[in-house]
């Protein structure tokens, strides 16, 4: 079982900043893709940015030049820094990761999820 623990969330002006992070626990082979997605209200959930197999990295074309992913793998840790927010960023951020549990076995995990809130 894998266990990913989310914080950072919070309320921001229009503007500012947050960085989130997400952190893989538990015992697997290998993390493949993780990264984060949003789903705001009435909405579907869609990906903002993830690493996914050879450090390919996937970015929302709205959060392009606006957020940027990183990780620490020693950690297995990702991270969203998240600058120049909007109004339309408030959501709630959900940390997603693709595990290899073993040979020929994968699952996909989801954290518990962030509120972020960026008031105009």
Known sequence: ????????????????????SCSA???????????????????QR??????SSGSFVH???SVRGRFTISRDN????VYLQMDSMKPEDTAVYYCRAVVTMA????????G???QVTVSS
């Open 1 to 20: 079982q894998v266990q990913l623990v989310e914080s950072g969330g919070g309320l921001v002006q229009a503007g500012g900043s947050l960085r989130l």
């Open 74 to 77: 020693a950690k297995n840790t």
């Open 46 to 51: 869609e990906l903002v940015a993830d690493f």
């Open 25 to 43: 626990s538990g015992s697997f082979f290998n993390i493949n893709v993780m990264g984060w997605y949003r789903q705001a209200p009435g909405k």
């Open 103 to 110: 040979i020929g076995v994968q699952n996909i995990y989801w």
């Open 59 to 61: 970015y929302l074309d």
């Open 112 to 114: 518990q999820g962030t």
